[in-house]
């Protein structure tokens, strides 16, 4: 089976840069994506391409290649579900906030939504994708659903899900380490991998590409995640004993990093991770865990996240203790506000909690980050339901200068690594600010010895 025509269903983090990936490398397959989001589309359509929703690095040069020619972004689902030979199903998947499983278990009302929608709409033979992450067993319920239709149209469900980061996505896409194609074993599942190994191999080495049945297809995606945010949560564990016994983390870190066994990727000491994805998808996987009853499994994979949690406290903790155990009315600065370098996404992002924390406090917060704006800022803040949004906007004010947002600051925090805080002219920001000057430095980013020169206070994690 040779595929023509590709829908995929939500235009997000992952549906745009990975249908932009692939329209450019299959010039003959046309790919639509659609989005039941009005403005989301509007931006993909928008005919300046640096306008589009999502910030990556690379993306907009590929969307404006692709776009018009063989890529295409619209809300009409219906029609996209109707003309595609292949489905990917790219909605979010977000911990439930409602019901059984509250906080816990993926709420899986987007994905049935999809499957109800494209069951109703169908009239020809498909291969339906999960490419959204989920609970393993998913395809068994997104099965069942279009296995009811009664109008006789058969559909292959495969699992494929998406291992890129955010910030490096077109990077990921264009080179990834593997593709996971999960499908049934009969004739026709084996056929449906075939047909989507064809597309991927337009780019990535067969050898790359690696088939399995579909449950350890889906449970492979919650398992990378829980490993590299356990790799996280473990060195940001060290990074606390650091501080009392001497070590330096980084020193740390480098060491244990050249042992080939462990590797030296996900071992930089943080404020905590951030992002969609590895707290749902812990969560997740704590869930499914207890519904079988496994509750040390369950215990083991929670702790990744108190970890995390307290990382995140343990940092707004420290700057109340280092002012003077006192931060009311003071200004302090954050530089960043997106959970990681090179992308415009804050869910999630650790500087939402230690603002939140500090502005509990009573701090006067001013945020700086190149990519994020003022209303998302307060958008993500009246998220937590914490006080109100008047309240909020009282606390805290965004910036579209660095210098700006530190003048007259009592303090500054790096709450994402951006390249350009290096950069900065550091003695002009220490001119500006109230004296002594402290930074504290939630990315280990800066150099430390520098800022001392300066005269600055200045305070890493776990060193
Ligand atoms: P996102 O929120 O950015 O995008 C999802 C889109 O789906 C939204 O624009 C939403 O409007 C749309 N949508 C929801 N229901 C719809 C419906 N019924 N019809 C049409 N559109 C609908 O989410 P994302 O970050 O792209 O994540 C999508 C999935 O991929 C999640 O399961 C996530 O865990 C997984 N994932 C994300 C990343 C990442 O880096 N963000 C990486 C790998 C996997
Ligand atoms: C992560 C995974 O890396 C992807 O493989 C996966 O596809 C994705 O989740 C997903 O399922 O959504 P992402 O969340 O975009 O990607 O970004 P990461 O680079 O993994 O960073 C996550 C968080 O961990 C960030 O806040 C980052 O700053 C933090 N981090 C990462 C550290 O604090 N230290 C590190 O050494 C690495």
Redesign the pocket.
């Known amino acids: 089976m040779k595929i023509t025509k590709i829908c995929c269903?939500?235009?997000?983090?992952?549906?745009?840069p990975t249908m932009a990936i692939i329209a450019q490398k299959c010039p003959e397959i046309t790919v639509t994506v659609?989005?039941?989001?009005e403005e989301?589309i509007a931006k993909w359509n928008d005919k300046d391409v640096n306008n589009i929703p999502i910030y990556e690095p690379g993306l907009s040069e590929i969307v404006g290649e692709a776009r018009g020619r063989n890529l295409f972004f619209s809300t009409d689902?219906d029609k996209g579900i109707d003309e595609a030979d292949l489905i990917f199903i790219?909605?979010?998947?977000p911990t439930k906030t409602y019901g059984a499983g509250k906080g816990m278990a993926a709420d899986l009302k987007?994905i049935e939504?999809?499957a109800r929608?494209i069951a109703r709409v169908s009239k020809n033979d498909k291969i339906i994708v999960e490419?959204?992450?989920?609970p393993v067993r998913t395809a068994e319920a997104i099965k069942s659903i279009l296995d009811n239709t009664g109008n006789g149209v058969q559909f292959q469900i495969l699992s494929n899900?998406?291992?890129?980061?955010?910030g490096t996505?077109v990077e990921d896409l264009l080179n990834p380490d593997r593709v996971l194609i999960g499908g049934d074993t009969t004739p026709e599942g084996q056929k449906a991998i075939q047909a989507l190994e064809d597309v991927y191999a337009h780019w990535v080495p067969r050898e790359r590409i690696l088939r399995t049945n579909v449950w350890s297809s889906e449970l492979s995606?919650l398992t990378a995640n829980a490993y590299l945010a356990q790799r996280v949560s473990s060195i940001n564990a060290l990074s606390e004993l650091c501080e009392k016994t001497g070590a330096d983390v980084n020193e740390v870190a480098r060491a244990i990093g050249m042992d080939s066994r462990i590797g030296s990727k996900f071992l930089k000491a943080s404020v905590g991770f951030g992002?969609?994805?590895f707290q749902?998808?812990i969560l997740n996987l704590v869930y499914i865990s207890k519904s079988f009853g496994l509750n040390e499994v369950a215990d083991y994979w929670e702790q990744v996240i108190i970890m995390n949690d307290h990382q995140k406290r343990r940092f707004a903790n420290n700057i109340v203790k280092t002012l003077y155990n006192t931060v009311s009315d003071k200004k302090i600065a954050f530089l960043g506000w997106a959970f990681k370098k090179d992308t415009n996404?804050t869910r999630e992002s650790a500087a939402i909690y230690v603002a939140n924390d500090l502005v509990n406090e009573n701090a006067k917060i001013a945020v700086y980050d190149p990519k994020v704006s003022q209303k998302q800022v307060l958008a993500d803040l009246d998220y937590l339901e914490t006080r109100n949004s008047i309240e909020n906007a009282k606390f805290v004010t965004s910036f579209s200068d660095a210098y700006e947002a530190c003048n007259n600051a009592h303090a500054i925090a790096i709450l994402t690594e951006w390249d350009e805080f290096k950069q900065l002219d550091w003695n002009k920001i220490y001119d500006q600010m109230q004296k002594p000057a402290f930074v504290f430095d939630g990315r280990n980013l800066l150099d430390g010895d520098k800022l001392k020169k300066i005269g600055f206070v200045y305070q890493a994690i776990g060193s």
């Open positions: 269903i939500g235009a997000g983090y992952v549906g745009g659609v989005d039941i989001n989301r689902v790219s909605v979010n998947t987007y939504l999809c929608q490419k959204s992450t989920l899900p998406e291992f890129l980061a955010e996505a995606k992002g969609s994805c749902k998808d996404d």
